[in-house]
């Protein structure tokens, strides 16, 4: 059961042009959302997050997009750069005492940005 | 600040050994979680400690257990090492008391093989 869905396992962009990386979560309990970025062998990085009361949230080149109706998220970035290359994590958390400390991932979304 | 730290870095053990894993929290934070990184199963929560307690389990055997000493520093063990166990296993720290809208930072992770 797979609570938290990237279903694009891929995704290739050109420098200077936007990415559109795209998350979907079945759980209506989740109501924080998070994306981090992963080079192998290291641990993720926090890039942005986003609380189940907003709708958007921007932080420089990063905008994450929430659309609670449709359970669904999305990251933007623009302009892509080559160093943005990496896989890009989803990950969501809930409320209440089975959620603490619980990230529940997508399966990651690798991104190739060519100069 | 320092960020979170975990050592060993790499790890090869042979199954039916045990291995302890360590976690060093960025200061100050008193929740650290700890993940399983497998190809086919994507990142996946094993438990959560704060204040020396376990306050959340994922869905792993009793041969994963840890640990949460007073200064926040974490522990986790596996006995009994099995091939699947082979995986980068990842300590995160948050910094507020709640289970909700909590940031997590990842660790570098840990990489075991198991043979």
């Known amino acids: 059961d797979q609570q938290v869905k990237q279903n694009s396992p891929s995704l290739s962009v050109q420098e200077g042009r936007i990415s559109i990386l795209n998350c979907d979560y079945t759980?209506?309990?989740?109501?924080?959302f998070l994306w981090y970025k992963k080079y192998p062998a290291e641990g993720p990085t926090f890039l942005i997050s986003?609380?189940?009361?907003?709708d958007k949230n921007e932080d420089g080149r990063f905008t994450v997009f929430l659309n609670k109706s449709a359970k669904h998220l999305s990251l933007h970035i623009v302009p892509s750069q080559p160093g943005d290359s990496a896989v890009y994590f989803c990950?969501?958390?809930?409320?209440?005492?089975?959620?603490?400390?619980?990230?529940?991932f997508g399966q990651g979304t690798i991104l190739t940005v060519h100069p | 600040k320092a960020g979170v730290t975990q050592t060993p870095r790499y790890l090869i053990k042979t199954r039916g050994q045990q291995v302890t894993l360590s976690c060093s929290p960025i200061?100050?934070?008193?929740?650290v979680s700890w993940y399983q990184q497998t190809p086919g199963q994507g990142l996946q929560f094993l438990f959560e400690?704060?204040?020396?307690?376990?306050?959340n389990k994922g869905n792993f055997p009793g041969r994963f257990s840890g640990r949460q000493f007073s200064n926040s520093r974490s522990e986790m063990n596996v006995s009994t090492l099995e091939l699947g166990d082979s995986a980068l296993y990842l300590c995160?720290?948050?910094?507020?008391?709640?289970?909700?809208?909590?940031?997590?930072?990842f660790g570098p992770g840990t990489r075991l093989l198991v043979l």
């Open positions: 990950a969501a958390s809930g409320i209440g005492g089975t959620s603490y400390g619980k990230l529940t």
């Open positions: 400690y704060f204040s020396e307690t376990q306050r």
């Open positions: 759980n209506s309990m989740f109501d924080y």
């Open positions: 986003i609380s189940s009361i907003k």
């Open positions: 200061s100050g934070h008193r929740s």
């Open positions: 995160a720290s948050s910094g507020l008391a709640g289970g909700s809208h909590e940031t997590q930072y």
